[in-house]
């Protein structure tokens, strides 16, 4: 690839205009670049715990999925709603949002010893809802994002909203030892049961592909009891509503 810089250049979308260095530049940046989002009652709540070691790994794979056999500790674990401690496993999920456009506010809390967490979310965005005593940043406040930092013994409440787009995703530690060390988990996001009317794809959880060298497999995966909205066990924590 190469960059030339010119002094004028013919428009791509309208032949035979010449853009020149010199011309006016008559491009404004609005006064109102986005919407904040708005605090709202959330649909449920859950509790993200980020934790030390209590993970374990294949010996002889290096892997863990689907099960394990022979085990090693891992270092880093995450805990959704007070239950057991948890490290990745592709094939389960850890939270499942049933629907759509619904609010969900995660209490987010760093157990996880001397070490801060950035916590990134795929897919979506949030809003910072509170950091417990600590006041937010003019920067943090009625911002949109995607990675928060939990400070060693850090404690904060996010909101968020997921859209239509249904799949598996997944959020993580972003330090990348804490991630390559387990410190992440799947979530899946369904589509409308009753008003998705043209795609099937995502009315129920996608099978995990399970390569191999001889092909890909698919295995149906587990869905935590605790991040499982339609489970009896769902227990929103530490208060919320289906």
């Known amino acids: 690839m190469q960059f030339r810089v010119v002094g004028q250049v013919e428009s ?11 011309d006016i530049d008559r491009s404004v ?18 509790v993200i ?12 794979t290096g892997e863990c999925f689907p099960s394990c056999g022979e085990k090693e500790r ?17 094939n389960r999920i850890s939270m499942l949002i049933p629907r759509p456009g619904e609010v969900e506010h995660w209490t987010i809390i760093n157990g996880g010893g001397g070490w801060d967490h950035p916590m990134h979310l795929h897919f979506e965005e949030g ?27 850090g404690k904060l409440k996010i909101q968020v909203r997921f859209g239509e787009f249904g799949g598996a995703y997944v959020t993580h530690c972003h330090n990348t030892v804490h991630e390559d060390w387990a410190m992440v988990m ?33 295995v149906t995966p587990e869905i ?5 909205p339609f489970s009896r066990s769902f227990r929103p924590f530490p208060s919320g509503r289906i």
């Open 224 to 228: 935590l009891p605790e991040g499982n």
């Open 127 to 153: 809003r910072t809802i509170s950091r417990g005593s600590k006041a937010l940043t003019a920067l943090e406040h009625n911002s949109r994002k995607d990675v928060w930092r939990l400070g060693v013994n």
């Open 74 to 90: 891992f270092g880093y674990t995450l805990r959704i709603n007070g239950e057991s401690n948890h490290f990745l496993n592709a």
């Open 12 to 22: 791509v979308d309208a032949p035979g205009k010449i853009h020149r260095a010199t």
């Open 186 to 218: 799947r979530y899946d996001i369904l589509t409308d049961q009753k008003n998705d009317k043209v795609s099937q794809t995502h009315r129920s959880v996608i099978p995990t592909p399970n390569p191999s060298p001889n092909g890909v497999t698919y």
């Open 49 to 60: 715990e980020f934790k030390g070691a209590d993970g374990e790994l294949d010996k002889l």
């Open 29 to 46: 940046v609005p006064a109102k670049l986005t919407d904040v989002i708005p605090i709202q009652q959330p649909v449920r709540e859950r």
